[in-house]
């Protein structure tokens, strides 16, 4: 089965509104990283994360390692989210990165 | 910024020959990966290195090699291509001093014929 599996696979987000993507984990991940594929292709590192949380701008990420789970919330969407959200997981620091399927987010104005 | 850069960024090539997709990354990372990216599959890992002189088998390196020269570049070596490889492929450096950040290329389109 999926080590990584997101949800939504997909979803459509009115410009302006919040949103929460989430990534579970069948895997002893012990960090993750949340990338951003925008719609010319180019894969953008959006967060790295251990145990906890961070935030830049309208993203925000937590990352609970005890319950295997990471999420990325998006506050007030921008046209300029779209595209699909990747998250990746690694087993120890280091390690390969195994990805999930992916979100892909469009935003409608 | 990391700065990785493959080439090339798009290629044809037929069944059954050679094909070298290539990787250079400027900001002296440790850690290069390639992965392949299809529909329905996510990013998949093929290949990647700690660093000069090492290479080590990712999920799916069946049908392919792998080669780090230096710790700049880290070539994809597909010796006999076939329609399945067919794909878009991607190139990562990251340093385990940053914890291991990846950074990616642009992208290889390849399509074997």
């Known amino acids: 089965g999926d080590k990584v599996k997101q949800s939504p696979s997909a979803l459509s987000l009115q410009e302006g509104t919040n949103s929460a993507l989430r990534c579970n984990f069948s895997?002893?991940?012990?960090?993750v990283q949340w990338f951003l594929q925008n719609p010319r292709g180019s894969l953008i590192n959006l967060f790295y994360?251990?145990?906890g949380t961070k935030e830049n701008g309208r993203l925000k990420s937590a990352f609970d390692s005890k319950e295997s789970y990471s999420t990325l919330h998006i506050r007030d969407a921008q046209l300029e989210d779209s595209g699909t959200y990747f998250c990746?997981?690694?087993?120890?620091?280091?390690?390969?990165?195994?990805f999930g399927g992916g979100t892909r987010l469009t935003v409608r104005p | 910024e990391a700065a990785v850069t493959q080439s090339p960024r798009n290629k044809v090539a037929v069944t059954g020959g050679k094909v070298t997709l290539s990787c250079n990354q400027t900001n002296n990372h440790n850690n290069m990966y390639w992965y392949r990216q299809d529909t329905g599959h996510g990013l998949r890992l093929i290949h990647y290195?700690?660093?000069?002189?090492?290479?080590e088998k990712g999920d799916i390196p069946d049908g392919y090699k792998a080669s780090r020269p230096s710790q700049e570049n880290f070539s994809l070596i597909l010796e006999l291509a076939t329609p399945s490889q067919t794909s878009v492929y991607f190139c990562?450096?990251?340093?385990?001093?940053?914890?291991?950040?990846?950074?990616f290329g642009e992208g290889s389109r390849l399509i074997v014929v």
């Open positions: 990746a997981a690694e087993v120890y620091a280091g390690a390969k990165l195994t």
């Open positions: 895997i002893a991940a012990t960090t």
């Open positions: 990562a450096s990251g340093a385990r001093d940053t914890g291991n950040t990846l950074y």
């Open positions: 290195s700690y660093g000069a002189g090492s290479t």
């Open positions: 994360l251990v145990p």
